[in-house]
């Protein structure tokens, strides 16, 4: 079975400035992909970022980037000029390309991040 | 248009009632999913639907009871719920059960009294 690790409960960061929120996982497969989602306070799960296995290059999306080691199983989440708005709890995520799980995403605990202003 | 919706946002209901959650997409997605998050904890897996059958039920109690009357709509339907049921029920879509994005709606906070 697939596990999803995030191994810092919270972050905090200074407005304007760089954070890196970090996310392993354990599969046996060679494909499948891999999310983060934000959920603010508000409560509504964001799609933030997306990343195919079977591709090298790394995923970007504005400000945001990821740090994809297919090799270490890791999948860390950079954040560049922070905003308030980025405040949230940040689920990494793991979906199997096995039919048999029928689309279900595998979080892990999340990472509650702060922004300073 | 990617936007999922769920009603009512927030709902109390007693251990005797009944009452049903609603979720709605209009982007055409063929699979929906529900999912209970507890405070400070990931959403966990309740049900999956697809092309409007039940694919996935994650060993959920009878006393929620999943239906999808079209590709558009899912209900959530709850009877004699425990106070530990309370909790924030997520509604999410995706064009299918293979490799896609899942879009989540807002979610519906339950409290059981």
């Known amino acids: 079975a697939q596990t999803v690790t995030q191994s810092q409960p919270e972050m905090s960061v200074q407005e304007a400035e760089t954070v890196t929120l970090s996310c392993t996982y354990d599969?046996?497969?060679?494909?499948?992909?891999l999310f983060w989602y934000k959920q603010p306070p508000s409560r509504q799960m964001i799609l933030v970022i997306r990343?195919?296995?079977?591709?090298?290059q790394n995923a970007t999306e504005n400000r945001f980037s990821v740090n994809f080691q297919k090799a270490a199983k890791s999948f860390s989440l950079k954040i560049s000029d922070s905003q308030l708005g980025d405040a949230a709890m940040y689920f990494c995520?793991?979906?199997?390309?096995?039919?048999?799980?029928?689309?279900?995403?595998?979080f892990g605990k999340g990472t509650k991040l702060s922004v300073k202003p | 248009d990617t936007e999922v919706t769920q009603t009512p946002k927030h709902l109390v209901m007693g251990m005797t009632n009944k009452k049903s959650l609603k979720c709605e997409q209009h982007?055409?997605?063929?699979?929906m999913y529900w999912y209970k998050q507890k405070a400070k904890k990931p959403p966990e897996l309740m049900f999956v639907?697809?092309?409007?059958?039940?694919?996935i039920n994650e060993s959920v109690p009878s006393r929620f009871s999943p239906e999808c009357p079209n590709s558009s709509l899912l209900n959530l339907h709850l009877h004699a719920l425990q106070p530990e049921d309370s909790a924030l029920y997520l509604c999410?879509?995706?064009?299918?059960?293979?490799?896609?994005?899942?879009?989540f709606g807002p979610g519906t906070r339950l409290t059981v009294t």
């Open positions: 990343q195919e296995a079977y591709k090298q």
């Open positions: 995520a793991y979906r199997s390309i096995n039919r048999g799980s029928q689309g279900n995403l595998i």
């Open positions: 599969t046996s497969e060679s494909d499948y992909y």
């Open positions: 639907y697809s092309y409007e059958k039940l694919s």
């Open positions: 982007m055409g997605h063929r699979a």
């Open positions: 999410a879509s995706s064009r299918g059960t293979g490799l896609y994005e899942q879009y």
